[in-house]
């Protein structure tokens, strides 16, 4: 079924608390494999990808993920700032669609996982410069 233009593909959105058990659920596959302590499941998910990096078997285009869910978990993502053009002519409407523009084309250079981590994650408080 095709989405339809000015309808979201998941209305409901995240369910509440997803977050919060997927936590728990790294949490006890991490106990399992003796890893306690704070923040213990995304320990063990990052040593899992570290393993991952090292392992000859593993394919560099899946080295490649691995390496940056690692840069992702240890570094947090870059912040991405869009530029706009303001000028104090401009109506509300031309700037929204200024807008429209940058946010098309910033999407645009995003991955498929982005896109889908941009969909599913709160969006950030924006900051103003």
């Known amino acids: 079924m095709k989405f339809q233009p000015g309808t979201s593909g998941n209305p409901g959105g995240r369910p509440r608390g997803a977050e919060r058990v ?18 213990a499941g995304v320990r063990a998910l990052v040593r899992v990808a570290c393993e991952r990096i090292e392992d000859p078997t593993v394919e560099d285009k ?8 690692v840069i992702d978990r240890v570094a947090g993502k870059p912040r991405e700032i869009i530029e706009v053009d303001t000028k104090p002519e401009m109506t509300d409407e031309e700037m ?21 981590k941009l969909l599913t994650d709160p969006a950030p408080a924006p900051t103003i410069q």
């Open 22 to 39: 997927a936590r728990e659920e790294a949490d006890r596959w991490a106990e399992k494999r003796g890893i306690s302590g704070e923040h």
């Open 62 to 69: 899946d080295r490649i993920g691995y390496l940056k869910l």
């Open 96 to 116: 929204a669609a200024e807008l429209d523009i940058a946010v098309r084309e910033a999407i645009a250079k995003m991955s498929p996982a982005e896109r889908l």
